[in-house]
């Protein structure tokens, strides 16, 4: 078993309830966004050639409302974690399902959208992304090559996330993997606690309540993330 003493390489998996106390809705609490919206509906590539209009409103505004939200406890703790660490040469990556930017608000550097962002389009013309804060309803040219073909840069079910690769060797090479705020229900995410531990990882879990996956982690914490997480991060930098 890894001492935490000795632990260099960590990999933390956030999900949506890492940013539900700033007043983003995860998906699949009562009252989350899957609950109102449906996942075929907006969420996939043949929801969006059917229907643009609909998805397109759909992004917008969420777009919208994400930049008036702020980062919580959370978010900063795991950016003074990233900070920390780098200053003592370890390795750390912040892998997050979140499509908000409430991370990297907070300050955290290594860190990876696997499933995407909000303020970013992807141009279907010319495949190159582009920093975007506006709407994209009315069909705006791309910043690049002009075509009005813009499209959410945020991975639909049915696509493949990014940055699997990056992800699994940090993965390989990890002697801690946390997993913050995320119901376990989506793949391949959902999959990274058991490959951490079949390489040797301690595995602990920090959410509101049990996750799907709650039996691979080695140890759980449950409680709002603006708490649990600074907590850990304390304990975690004064050893
Ligand atoms: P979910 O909505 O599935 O799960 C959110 C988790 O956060 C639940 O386990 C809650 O108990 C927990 N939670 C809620 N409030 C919390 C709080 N204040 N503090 C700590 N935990 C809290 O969201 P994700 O697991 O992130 O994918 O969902 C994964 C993916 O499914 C999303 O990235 C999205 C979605 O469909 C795509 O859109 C591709």
Redesign the pocket.
Known sequence: MVEMTDIRNIVILT????S??SGID????AG?L?EKHR?EDV?TPEAFARDPDLVHRFYDMRRAAIQTKKPND?HYALAELDRHWRGEGRNLLIVT???DDLHERAGAERLLHM?GEHLVALCQACEIRSPWTGPMQHRPPCPICGTPSLRPD????GEMPYHIPEIYSAIRTADLFVS???????YP?AGFVRDAKQQGAKTLE????P?QGSHFFDEARY????E?VPEWVDELLDL
Not at 15 to 18: D, F, I, P
Not at 223 to 226: F, L, R
């Open positions: 999900g949506a309830g890492v539900a106390e995860t998906f699949r609490d989350g899957w996942v969420a959370a399902q979140n499509v499933h945020v991975v639909w079910f913050i705020g995320t119901s376990g229900a989506v995410a920090l959410n509101l309540e996750s409680g709002p993330a603006t649990v």
